[in-house]
């Protein structure tokens, strides 16, 4: 696991206002990105560190692999949380 995986992770771990079923997802979402960013060669450690032209590129992906709208909206919906 990457040094951004783990770190969104931990986030994950420690905020508890969700449901058990929405922190797995988000940390499906959070493995996902942290994966995804690092194949672009992207080397992020930490969560604050995630600008614009990353999202931009996960976005691009996801549209070129043809996810549906709401799927996107959904990992975005991660990313922002």
Known sequence: M???????????????ESSHSTRQN????????????????????DPKGLKPKHVTALVKHWQE???ANKTIKNRMSAIRW
Do not use: C, D, P, V
């Open 65 to 67: 692999q043809k996810l």
């Open 26 to 45: 988000r940390k499906n979402i959070f493995n996902l990105i942290a994966k995804q960013l690092h194949g672009f060669g992207f080397k992020l450690k």
């Open 2 to 16: 990457s040094q951004l995986g783990y770190s969104l992770n931990q986030l994950n771990i420690t905020h508890k």
